[in-house]
Structures are given as C-alpha cells and as structure tokens.
C-alpha cells in the first residue's frame, strides 16, 4: 500500500500474527477471528464501557466538552460539539517494556 510506513502494524499483521500462534488456522480464519474481537470492542466503546486487557491496557471511552474553537484558515470563532473520543492507557508492564525498564 503506498505511503504506508513499514513501523505500522495493521490489520493484515494482526491477522498474520494470529494465523503463526495458532498455525491450525487459516489467514481467512485468522483474519475472522480479528474481525470478531474488533466487533466486540467497538459494541463496549459503543455502550460506554472500558476494555481491559491485562498486561497490555486499558482502552476507554472519554467526553471531550463542547467549547470554541478557532478555523485555522480565517481565525473566524466556531462551536466545537461535544464528542466521545477512545483514550488508552498502557498497563504498567507494556509502559516498561516500551521504555526499556527492567520488570519488577
């Protein structure tokens, strides 16, 4: 795909990854398996409920408020609506890791 980076880790290596740790499925599979679990986390984010995965994070939903903003083009001020947004935090562990600090 053009002008995608070769540090992204999409879809299609998520569907990879899945299809080597259970090498008795298929990437079709694999890949329905990831659609499955994607499905299953947007119905949490969709009824307002936090997603929890232990020793990764915790993925939840968060309000940002409605406030005035200014367009970037004229400085003209605008309405901002209010709007939900998906925030995560890294568990303790994935923070270490990512940062190179020993576990313990």
């Known amino acids: 795909m053009a002008g995608r980076c070769k540090s992204e880790f999409g879809r299609k290596e998520c569907a990879e990854a899945i ?3 259970l090498p008795q499925l298929s990437v079709a ?6 659609d499955v679990l994607l499905g299953a986390i ?13 020793n990764f994070g915790t993925l ?14 004229n400085g003209e001020a605008k309405k901002v609506p209010a709007r ?6 890294p568990s303790g562990m994935l923070f270490n890791a990512m940062n190179g600090k020993a576990k313990g």
């Open 29 to 34: 599979n694999a890949k329905g398996v990831l």
């Open 60 to 73: 939840s939903v968060r309000v940002r408020k409605a406030h005035i903003g200014r367009d970037p083009r």
């Open 19 to 21: 299809q080597r740790a």
């Open 42 to 54: 947007s119905e949490a984010f969709c009824e307002g409920k936090s997603v929890i995965l232990p």
């Open 84 to 89: 939900r947004y998906v925030f995560f935090k």
